[in-house]
């Protein structure tokens, strides 16, 4: 599968003519965050426990009814449902932004109904970013408006640590991010 494609669910044989499919389930969730459902004629715990242990969110094994097959594909796409780019609630007090949820009365972000953990700064730059999102935006100018002007952080790389913290946390790849994107020799871009 070329990696441009953004598929909603894989469903993997592990039967491939050229690779082991727990080898390609591993890789795809080495590289990305998109549900795996395994189809297999194997039929033994160790494959199962393996596959599941490589990322695959279920397993089903052939021979099955196709409508046992379409009610786990709901299942797990009922469950990565996917929220758009940034809404608010009612009272503006909670807005979901990608696949993170943030909770502005008391500080706190989810990514799927978890708590993720974030520094008082870290928490500060994401919303920072999330107002800005889609603009280019300068390490110096990111530093003042954090910071302040005449802050002793303009010179150091503590805004390169603090993002490279929030990317650990927030970004389904990390060493691919998708949302905080460097920008070579300026600074950064947040994804719309």
């Known amino acids: 599968m ?10 993997l044989d592990l039967n491939l003519p050229d690779i082991d499919g727990q080898q390609i389930c591993k890789i795809i969730r080495g ?14 715990v160790s494959d199962k426990v393996v596959c599941l242990e490589y990322g695959a969110d279920d397993y089903l094994t052939k021979p099955f009814e196709n409508i046992e097959l379409i009610a786990r594909v709901k299942a797990i796409l009922r469950r990565v449902e996917k929220p758009a780019a940034v809404q608010e609630d009612s009272d ?29 700064k870290e928490y500060d730059i994401l919303l920072y970013f999330i107002e800005k999102a889609g603009q280019v935006l300068s390490r110096d100018t990111i530093v003042s408006d954090i910071w302040g002007k005449n802050s002793i952080y303009s010179w150091s790389r503590s805004l390169d640590v603090h993002i490279k913290n929030l990317r650990q946390k927030v970004e389904i790849n990390p060493k691919n991010p998708d949302i905080i994107k460097t920008v070579s020799g300026v600074g950064y871009k947040i994804k719309k």
């Open 2 to 11: 070329p990696r441009e494609y953004n598929p909603d669910l894989i469903i």
């Open 31 to 44: 590289e990305q965050d998109v549900p795996i459902l395994i189809l297999s004629a194997r039929d033994n």
């Open 92 to 120: 503006g007090q909670a807005s979901v932004f990608h696949h993170l949820t943030i909770d502005r009365a008391n500080r706190q972000v989810f990514i799927k109904n978890d708590k993720i953990s974030l520094t008082p």
